[in-house]
């Protein structure tokens, strides 16, 4: 299963709103996980199951989404999260990432 | 809390070895699946292996399979990935992770270690 992950980069004042997409070559239905890498660090989950958030993550970001479509949105950005974020499935096997979408400093 | 320290990478030859290991703490070792992540510099996430918690069943991408091996010692709280016939391609940060679920997704990183193969 293919994901693409758009836009490749976004640029954000802080405060704003990220609106972050992946999409998926087939269904895989909520089985999509998302990370948060910033440069220099390993990644760190952020949303499993499609919209649960994992354990500390703030409650700005959330996710959606099932099928084919998800969405990651961060509501109002902070400079701590500007970094790399990959979409993860589960569905299938080999497990797979999205090339990831880069948030920028506007 | 969970910390994951890996250890073993370098510079090796195409067609040359390394074996990875990683050590687990902070949590029961045993009751998670582990998996090996690699990342080319400044390229994306490439799941490469996973292993079951009792260490019965491994499961390798295409890319690897054939040339690696994981394993785990439940005993030392460890996991490990012998790397053979080495490419350049292989090159990268190598993650070592814990997993939620069969291998679902990981929770838990190492800070990882780069394993560069060239001549």
């Known amino acids: 299963i293919v994901l693409t992950q758009s836009p490749a980069t976004l640029s954000v004042s802080p405060g704003e709103r990220a609106t972050l997409s992946c999409r998926a070559t087939?269904?895989?239905?909520?089985?999509l996980a998302w990370y948060q890498q910033i440069p220099g660090q390993p990644p760190r989950l952020l949303i499993y199951?499609?919209?649960t958030r994992a354990t500390g993550i703030p409650a700005r970001f959330s996710g959606s989404g099932s099928g084919t479509e998800f969405t990651l949105t961060i509501s109002s950005l902070k400079s701590e999260d500007f970094a790399v974020y990959y979409c993860?499935?589960?569905?299938?096997?080999?497990?797979?990432f999205g090339q990831g979408t880069k948030v920028g400093i506007k | 809390q969970v910390q994951l320290v890996e250890s073993g990478g370098g510079l090796v030859r195409p067609g040359g070895s390394l074996r990875l290991s990683c050590a687990a703490s902070?949590?029961?070792?045993?009751?998670?699946?582990m998996s090996w992540i690699r990342q080319a510099p400044g390229k994306g996430l490439e799941w490469v292996s996973h292993?079951?918690?009792?260490?019965?069943?491994?499961s390798y991408a295409d890319s690897v399979k054939g040339r690696f091996i994981i394993s785990r010692d439940n005993a030392n709280n460890s996991v490990f990935l012998q790397m053979n016939s080495l490419r350049p391609e292989d090159t990268g940060f190598y993650f070592c992770?814990?997993?939620?679920?069969?291998?679902?997704?990981?929770?838990?990183w190492g800070q990882g270690t780069l394993v560069t193969v060239s001549s």
């Open positions: 199951g499609a919209s």
């Open positions: 902070g949590f029961t070792f045993s009751d998670f699946y």
């Open positions: 992770a814990r997993d939620i679920g069969a291998g679902w997704y990981a929770d838990s």
């Open positions: 993860q499935q589960f569905n299938n096997w080999p497990r797979t």
């Open positions: 087939q269904s895989i239905s909520r089985n």
């Open positions: 292993i079951s918690n009792p260490g019965g069943t491994t």
